[in-house]
């Protein structure tokens, strides 16, 4: 069955060809762990887990990797300001972040190296480099040079017109400062206890060369099928990795680029200073089923702009335990009936199409209940939404009192204000029925 994916490096939909037959590498960045990671990130770990999922429903062996980075600016520098060391911060967050995971039904990938346990594979492609000349030593440190790398900038689409010979010594920075960037940082004060020894000089990587290393250790190639990530990663971080990677190999690092994209709060970019960087925790705090924001994330297709609104969390959640509540309430037993499902997924992972066929299925009256239950169990199987958890409906104190308020709207025959309520009903997940002894909540 064929499989397209957009693949950024192309700008279009590509057929999945894979490098050997019936198997598929994957290597997706993962989390620099010296904080709680939000609910962007965690939009793009769904979307690779999917993607996995996908694959393995299509009967591919799966070799998927994601890193820790648990060595880089942010983690030095907030392990010296909350003044315990490295691997103590960094292991707590790491802990956490895999504890969400499994909130979120993300399987664990079977390979989750640490860039501190890579330092020697990171030291030999940074030797090999300042050997061929795509690197070079400065006095702050090793320096990759984007002048001889061919096509850099390619998947960026960055335009390398004013392009002036410096070099940046941050991990991040933007696309109109395309310059020489850091291969590895030679010890300062600053860096405290955290140093490694190395041919060239004492000190530590730098951010991009830690992906290059891990991938190709851990998946033991030089070329790989699928690389993943949020698309702030394109610029620098994967830019930079193609560059370093190629510069060692003289091969294509990776076929298939897929960026997952990102989420808006209330229609604004989260930040810390608008206060409206939210993580796993604060669902928790609320209350709120974390597989809801799966099934959120999952309604729309994982390439746009998606806005976050606890409002349509919430909605979320009650289409999930609706959804769960009917799938439960039909018999077992049935077998599973061809549907367009597969075409779906496999179409560059179109979930909103996948799960608006799960509700057809359930009102299809050509397909037996049990059968219903198989088939939509199956496709559970790459949805990854506990759709056989048993639930109770239990209809929110806010949607109470907002029926309780269009109660008298009606009876004030204030339709203009009773539609705007049954509006704001709706949007929790519940649809309203009016009839003869008054208004319902249609549970069904
Ligand atoms: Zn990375």
Redesign the pocket.
């Known amino acids: 069955m064929k499989i397209q994916l957009h693949n950024t490096l192309t700008g279009e939909k590509d057929d999945f060809k894979p490098l050997k037959e019936g198997s598929v590498s994957m290597y997706n960045?993962?989390p620099t762990v010296y904080d709680y990671a939000h609910i962007g990130n965690f939009r793009t770990f769904i979307f690779s887990d999917v993607l996995r999922r996908m694959f393995e429903f299509n009967g591919y062996k799966v070799d998927a990797v994601m890193?820790i980075?648990d060595v880089d600016d942010k983690t030095i520098k907030r392990s010296q300001k909350e003044n315990i060391s490295l691997e103590a911060l960094t292991r707590k967050y790491e802990e956490i972040f895999f504890d969400d995971l499994k909130s979120l039904n993300i399987e664990r990938f079977k390979k989750t190296p640490r860039a501190t346990e890579s330092i020697p594979e990171m030291i030999s492609l940074i030797e090999k480099m300042l050997e061929n000349g795509t690197a070079y030593k400065s006095s702050d440190g090793i320096y990759f040079d984007i002048t001889k790398s061919k096509n850099y900038g390619r998947l960026a689409n960055l335009n390398l017109e004013n392009t002036t010979r410096e070099r940046i010594a941050n991990d991040e920075y933007d696309k109109e400062n395309a310059r020489d960037f850091s291969l590895w940082k030679f010890y300062t004060e600053e860096d405290g206890d955290v140093l490694y020894e190395a041919p060239f000089g004492k000190g530590r990587p730098g951010?991009?060369i830690?992906?290059s290393a891990m991938s190709m250790t851990n998946l033991h190639a030089e070329t790989i099928d699928i690389h993943t990530?949020g698309s702030d990663?394109i610029f620098p971080?994967?830019t930079n990795?193609i560059a370093q990677s190629e510069a060692v190999t003289g091969k294509t690092f990776v076929n298939y680029w897929m960026h997952s994209g990102f989420i808006t709060v209330d229609g604004k970019k989260m930040s810390k200073s608008l206060g409206n960087i939210f993580t796993l925790q604060d669902l928790k705090a609320k209350n709120i089923d974390p597989i809801a924001y799966r099934y959120f994330v999952l309604s729309a297709h994982y390439s746009t702009l998606l806005n976050f609104t606890w409002e349509a969390l919430e909605g979320a959640e009650t289409a999930l335990k609706r959804l769960r509540d009917k799938v439960n309430n039909l018999p077992d037993g049935g077998k599973i009936v061809d549907t367009e499902f597969i075409s779906f997924i496999n179409d560059d992972l179109n979930t909103p199409k996948a799960l608006a066929l799960v509700h057809d299925i359930l009102k299809d009256e050509n397909v037996s209940p049990a059968d219903k239950k198989a088939t939509i169990l199956k496709m559970d199987e790459v949805l990854g939404l506990d759709l056989d958890k048993v639930e109770n409906i239990v209809v929110p104190d806010e949607v109470l009192k907002l029926m309780q308020e269009r109660d008298v709207a009606r009876a004030e025959k204030d339709f203009a204000k009773s539609d705007e309520l049954r509006n704001k009903i709706e949007k929790l997940g519940f649809k309203v029925k009016d009839t003869e002894s008054g208004a319902q909540l249609d549970l069904s």
């Open positions: 960045c993962g890193n980075t951010w991009h830690e992906c990530g990663l971080h994967h990795e």
